[in-house]
């Protein structure tokens, strides 16, 4: 009813009354939630967008779109630096997740965030494991994980580390 009521005067409102409502997952009302979130980021209210992405992923019931929206989430909340946020709520779910392609998406966003919540280092070592973890299944994600781990260490003012040679997929590579 209360959706009913602000339709007209507040899109956003109105799509948040069913959210708070559901009692399960609502596949209709995480459709009207992911089609919030993207305005809100349109127009520049990313914490909005993470928000509405966040509550869209627990009423998935597809869970590609749950996974999309849950990385969207984490990805608008790295945008607004909440690298702890981001790692204290990533790591759990990179840990959870045995898909390789999905996991390295995930542990991009969360490896990034580690490099500012936990120090370059420990990002680096981070992004570099998830990389040597999903390198049999995916070498070009492992290698981008990889990339971002010799950022992280220029971050950390650690250059040899970036061109010391590692066995990376049955083979030596500089990264």
């Known amino acids: 009813a209360l959706a009913d009521a ?3 005067t507040d899109p956003d409102r109105s799509a948040l009354h069913p959210a ?8 209709s ?11 809100a980021e349109q127009r520049g209210a990313p914490s909005a967008a993470a928000e509405a992405w966040e509550h ?44 390789p392609v999905r996991r ?6 969360v490896g ?10 420990a990002g680096a070592r981070y992004l570099s494991a998830e990389g ?10 492992a290698g981008l994980l990889e990339v971002y781990a010799a950022n992280a260490h220029l971050v950390a003012l650690d250059p040899e580390a970036v061109v010391k040679p590692r066995i990376f997929v049955n083979r030596v590579v500089t990264v």
């Open 6 to 8: 602000t339709s007209s």
């Open 20 to 27: 708070g409502a559901a009692d399960g997952p609502d596949e």
């Open 29 to 39: 009302v995480a459709a009207r939630l992911d089609e919030l979130a993207r305005a």
């Open 56 to 99: 869209a992923a627990r009423l998935s019931v597809d869970p590609d779109r749950r996974f999309d929206r849950i990385l969207a989430s984490l990805t608008a909340r790295w945008a607004l630096g909440e690298s702890e946020r981001v790692v204290t709520t990533g790591r759990p779910l990179v840990e959870s997740t045995t898909d």
């Open 104 to 109: 390295a998406r995930l542990a991009l966003i």
């Open 112 to 121: 990034q965030a580690e490099v500012w919540w936990n120090g370059p280092i």
């Open 132 to 141: 040597d973890r999903v390198a049999p299944a995916d070498p070009a994600a």
